[in-house]
């Protein structure tokens, strides 16, 4: 049982470059997520998703994008990298029942992103 | 919306000693408190959960407290060992989880 995976654990970019990180899980969770780490600081929410082809903006999703078409695959697209999005990438799943908050999140390993 | 604050940003403590972390949340709808731990270069890990409807809850050495009245949750870590040196993040919800900045502790042999 591989829980959440995360791909590639690390990448460099140049600014302008676009990329996806990519974010699959086996638990049959209807919710996953996207974080951003930031040196030093917590967590903060890019985006999530109920099930699939449902989306939601979460507190910071600016310059992101996001598609659920399975239950299992939940990718982050960057279009325009930007210095500022230079972070440690988390994504994370939940099962239902319950809401999107109220259950033990799974996190990934994390993807490392620096925008040269 | 929902805003967690977390202290200390730092502690320091001696191995065997206890280690108490102070979150404070402001939206008193929040019904889920869970704290992470986090090790260097790893990802968060879930190591104890607490919901509104309980004041405490223990697992082995780590314990919760949540206060709604004054919307603060601690977690208390006892007979600290230096493989609990990490960081430590709170969090409480609303419609969605919001992070505290997080707590690093060191444990010295």
């Known amino acids: 049982n591989a829980g959440v995976t995360q791909t590639p654990k690390f990448r460099i970019l140049k600014i302008g470059q676009s990329m996806t990180l990519q974010c699959t899980q086996d638990?049959?969770?209807?919710?996953m997520y996207w974080y951003r780490q930031d040196p030093g600081m917590g967590l903060k929410l890019i985006y999530y998703?109920?099930?699939?082809?449902?989306?939601d903006k979460g507190e910071v999703p600016n310059g992101y994008n996001v598609s659920r078409s399975t239950t299992e695959d939940f990718p982050l697209r960057l279009e325009l990298a930007a210095p500022s999005q230079t972070s440690v990438y988390f994504c994370?799943?939940?099962?239902?029942?319950?809401?999107?908050?109220?259950?033990?999140?799974?996190f990934g390993d994390g993807t490392r992103l620096s925008i040269l | 919306g929902e805003n967690v604050e977390q202290h200390p940003s730092t502690l320091s403590v001696q191995e065997g000693d206890s280690a108490v972390i102070k979150c404070t949340y402001s939206?008193?709808?929040?019904?889920?408190f869970p704290w992470y731990k986090q090790e260097l270069g790893k990802r968060p890990q879930l190591i104890i959960d607490?919901?509104?409807?309980?004041g405490e809850k223990k697992d082995q050495r780590i314990a919760v407290t949540l206060n709604k009245t004054a919307k603060h949750f601690s977690l208390h870590i006892t007979e600290t060992q230096p493989e609990d040196s990490a960081v430590y993040f709170c969090?409480?919800?609303?419609?969605?989880?919001?992070f505290g900045t997080g707590t690093r502790l060191q444990v010295f042999p």
């Open positions: 939206d008193s709808a929040s019904n889920y």
């Open positions: 607490i919901r509104s409807n309980v």
């Open positions: 638990m049959n969770h209807n919710y």
């Open positions: 969090a409480a919800n609303t419609d969605k989880l919001i």
């Open positions: 994370a799943s939940s099962p239902y029942p319950g809401t999107t908050s109220n259950q033990p999140q799974h």
């Open positions: 998703s109920v099930g699939a082809g449902i989306t």
